[in-house]
């Protein structure tokens, strides 16, 4: 588990090390972490159930938190949420730390607790995260399928911050893994520099609720 | 479309305890009591009815649509879906839904979001968040804009595509189609009736719901 403030037009590159990936992840706004990344907001803006390059990241106050520059894996799981203690447990068995220490299975639930209280932040403030990595679909009878096979390793995905952001990660099984060993896959995470997105910008073209995200997180910055 | 599992229930509207009609645009906040059954009723068809629960003994467990959808595995909701929060715990279970699915996805319209999906002119239009937080402020509770996670759309219809598309289609729903659910604990019930007139989420026209309370039957 990890959180930094990363400032607004940079990069953030995740990479699977090894296949079986799944990243958590929250974002706030730096400067007023009430406006936060809504998962509903930015799956009616765009149409989707599935995260992927083009897309922009949607706080609750209308505003672009972060841009999907680039994604060599095409699907990551906005739907399922987090593990708890009691599904590591389920899936994964006890792992305490009195009996593994430092390997003890974590889950994301605490792991984001943790981090938010850093922050200033709790429970409140936990709310609806994405997984990285991983794939979820949803048959015609709304019944969701998780795929253990989707990330083979060595995929990234790459965020453009849009506005000075607080990010909140947690790698920890997805909830729907299969029971069985609990999976520990690094993941990387490289900052670099971005440019703000121009007019001919992938990302700002991709839908027209894309544009007028940017264009509306733009006036925090006037 | 999908197999609808319709279930109707056994209560009489005349047994109820309590029954409001909540105009389309306007906000409710109530306590149910453990054991009792909430319905809420679609009077006039194809209306959204945005709804938020919080547990009433420590309102930091909340409804979490995440979670709900996990521990059922399928994202609609209907008759025997359990209504989970965000400790993993159940809260409520739907037990009769002569409707047949109700969204879990597109959560509640807001000012912001509204300038995001039509236009920056929309930015003062009424909308779901707006009256919840209004419930909100007046609750006496120490909630806010910081307790509102995604809500549940009874009588919404949000399809999920195999290949990961969303769909926001014509309701489901018709006049008095219903959905009801039982209370494992006190909880407080928020609902706004949407007046979203920028999708066809009320068919472009926002109408009436009601709201009934029983008593546990024995």
């Not at chain 1, 920890?172 to 893994?177: A, K, N, R, T, Y």
């Not at chain 1, 999976?183 to 007028?212: H, Q, S």
Request: hydrophobic share 35%; net charge negative; charged share 20%.
């Amino acid at each position: 588990m990890w959180s930094m403030r990363v400032t607004r037009h940079r990069t953030i590159r995740f990479t699977a090390l090894t296949g079986g990936a799944n990243l958590s992840a929250l974002f706030f706004n730096a400067a007023n972490p009430l406006d936060r990344l809504n998962i509903p907001d930015t799956l009616k803006a765009l149409h989707t159930a599935k995260i992927t390059k083009g897309h922009v990241l949607m706080s609750d106050m209308g505003h672009a938190l972060a841009s999907v520059i680039d994604d060599t894996l095409g699907w990551h799981d906005p739907l399922a949420g987090l593990t708890t203690a009691e599904i590591v447990r389920h899936s994964f068995g006890s792992g305490s730390y009195q009996e593994l220490r430092n390997d003890f299975l974590r889950n994301s639930h605490d792991n984001f607790l943790i981090e938010l209280n850093k922050h200033g932040l709790g429970i409140r403030d936990l709310v609806a995260c994405l997984n990285f990595f991983s794939k979820v679909s949803a048959d015609e009878e709304g019944r969701l399928h998780f795929d253990p096979t989707h990330c083979k390793g060595g995929e990234s995905i790459t965020l453009r911050t849009e506005m000075d952001l607080l990010v909140v990660l947690s790698n920890c099984p997805h909830p729907m893994h299969p029971p069985g060993d609990y999976p520990r896959i690094p993941v990387e995470v490289e900052i670099g520099l971005a440019t703000k997105p121009e007019e001919e910008d992938f990302c700002r073209n991709f839908r027209p609720e894309c544009a007028r995200a940017l264009a509306l997180t733009e006036r925090l910055y006037l | 479309m999908s197999t609808l599992n319709y279930v109707e229930s056994p209560l009489h509207e005349a047994d109820a305890i309590y029954t409001k009609i909540i105009p389309a645009g306007d906000g409710w906040m109530h306590l149910i009591k453990a054991g009792q059954t909430l319905r809420i009723t679609d009077l006039e068809g194809n209306q959204a009815a945005d709804t938020f629960f919080f547990d009433a003994a420590d309102t930091d467990e909340r409804y979490c649509a995440q979670t709900t959808i996990r521990a059922q595995g399928g994202i609609y909701l209907t008759t025997g879906t359990r209504l989970m929060s965000n400790r993993d715990r159940s809260m409520l279970t739907i037990t009769a839904d002569t409707c047949g699915r109700h969204d879990t996805l597109g959560g509640a319209c807001a000012a912001e979001s509204n300038m995001v999906r039509y236009a920056r002119s929309k930015r003062f239009m009424h909308n779901c968040r707006d009256s919840f937080l209004l419930q909100l402020a007046q609750s006496g509770l120490p909630l806010g804009k910081r307790d509102l996670a995604h809500n549940i759309n009874f009588f919404m219809n949000v399809p999920v595509t195999p290949e990961g598309g969303l769909k926001f289609d014509d309701g489901v729903s018709e006049p008095g189609k219903y959905v009801e659910m039982v209370a494992e604990r006190n909880v407080h019930c928020l609902i706004s009736n949407c007046p979203q007139l920028n999708n066809p989420c009320n068919a472009y026209n926002p109408t009436p719901i009601r709201v009934s309370i029983w008593e546990p039957l024995s």
